[in-house]
Structure formats: C-alpha cells, structure tokens
C-alpha cells in the first residue's frame, strides 16, 4: 500500500531553472532538509494511503474525467508556511498559472469527494517545497519581497499520480494523465 498524491510535475529544465534561481537563498538554509529538485511539483491533492479497491477506482476517474486544458505557469515569488517571519516550510509559488491550478484543484477535490476518498483538506495554496527548517526560522531575508530574480515558466501539460511511499530520490508515477 502506497502514500499517493495528485499533481503536476515540474519539466526538468524548469527545475534546473528554478534551482539556479533559487540555491543563492536556500544555500544560507543547506543544513535544513532541501528538498530534492527530483521531487518538486505543485500538489494538488494529498491523499495517503488507499486500498487497492480505491486505488483503481482513483484511476479510472483520472483516465476517464475531462481535466482541461494545458496552462501556462511562472514561478517568481517565494513564501512560508505559516509565514515568512516564523517559517517551517520554505516555497516558491505560482504566479502565472494560479487561478488554473486553483480551478484544477477545486475539480479533482470534488471529484475525490464524489468517490468518497479521503484527502487533505487544507486550502489549497500552488506551491512547491523547497525546504523543511528543523524550526521556525525568519526566512524573509530570503528575496526582496520574496520575489526571485527572474521569473521561471512552463507549461502545465499532465496530472500525474504519485506514490511517494518509500522513493528517496523521486516519487513514483503510478497515473499519468495529459491535459488537453
């Protein structure tokens, strides 16, 4: 049994963009746990386990549901959770793309409620993790505004489901379904 998630992955050259944007602030932070540049995606929804049942209802809705179009997405701003003063998770966030994935979001969470399959309901937030601090630090030295210095875009084109569970170097694609 797995740990799986919904979401959108990052293209390789956008990670390697977004790494060179991004490591002059997190190198201040390497002795927190970075994560690793194989495993950044914005989430879209965090499910956890499933039993198999579940698990092939999951991926029959996401072969069979109409999920969009392909979107244009940036990355340009940093944040924290629960906020740049006192972070314990450090995030580079959307700011081309939000509402799209916002709306993306919304579907696959009533989609997942239609199936009865339990999922993290905090609000949904586009962001990828780049670091988890050990405790709360000020993170707002990080970037002016937290804006990073050039803009990193994409272009959304699949929803992909993962599994998480015991993959240290990257996530497993158990689903991988296109945007129109």
């Not at 797995?2 to 956008?14: L, M, Q, S, V």
């Not at 990073?148 to 990257?170: P, R």
Request: glycine share 6%; with cysteine; net charge positive.
């Amino acid at each position: 049994m797995g740990r799986y998630f919904i979401g959108i992955p990052i293209p390789p050259e956008a990670k390697k963009k977004l790494k060179v944007q991004s490591w002059p602030g997190l190198s201040r932070y390497k002795e927190e746990k970075l994560v690793s540049q194989n495993k950044w995606h914005y989430t879209l929804a965090f499910i956890g386990q499933l039993d198999p049942g579940k698990l092939e209802e999951l991926k029959g809705l996401l072969q069979v549901f109409t999920w969009g179009e392909a979107f244009r997405m940036s990355i340009r701003n940093f944040g924290a959770f629960p906020s740049l003063d006192e972070g314990k998770i450090l995030w580079a966030g959307c700011e081309k793309g939000s509402q799209e994935i916002t709306t993306l979001a919304q579907t696959l969470r009533r989609q997942l409620d239609n199936l009865s399959i339990s999922y993290d309901d905090k609000p949904f937030v586009p962001h990828i993790t780049l670091a988890r601090m050990r405790s709360a630090k000020n993170l707002s030295r990080l970037a002016d505004n937290g804006k990073m210095k050039q803009e990193v875009s994409f272009d959304a084109q699949e929803l992909v489901l993962f599994d998480s569970q015991d993959h240290k170097s990257s996530y497993a694609v158990v689903e991988s379904i296109k945007l129109a």
